[in-house]
Nanobody
């Protein structure tokens, strides 16, 4: 089991910034990929950004250039720095850990943190 604890959501005006954190209960180098997903009301959950165990980052087109995913190996924590926020970024943001063990995919999710961007 991997426990994920998110923090850092809140209310911000359009154009502002927020930083989210996701602390994992295990060594994140043992996790194939960690990512941030979001789900807005009435919409499907979508990937925002992900970082592999090797440190490679990937971003959704909708956030490229505005969002940076990073990590602290010492703290087993992944961060999401969001800049130039837009009202359409409003959603519940979930941290995800993807691990494979003996060929079996394991997905773990945090409890979610609300991000609200006012216009």
């Amino acid at each position: 089991q991997v426990q994920l604890v998110e923090s850092g959501g809140g209310l911000v005006q359009a154009g502002g910034s927020l930083s989210l954190s996701c602390a994992a209960s295990t060594n994140i180098l043992s996790i194939r990929e960690m990512g941030w997903h979001r789900q807005a009301p009435g919409k499907q959950r979508e990937l925002v950004a992900a970082i592999s165990s090797g440190g490679d980052a990937a971003y959704a087109d909708s956030v490229k250039g505005r969002v940076i995913i990073s990590r602290s190996l010492a703290k087993n924590t992944v961060y999401l720095q969001m800049n130039s926020l837009k009202p359409e970024d409003t959603a519940v943001y979930y941290c995800n850990a993807l691990r494979t063990r003996d060929g079996v995919r394991e997905d773990y999710w945090g409890q979610g943190t609300q991000v609200t961007v006012s216009s």
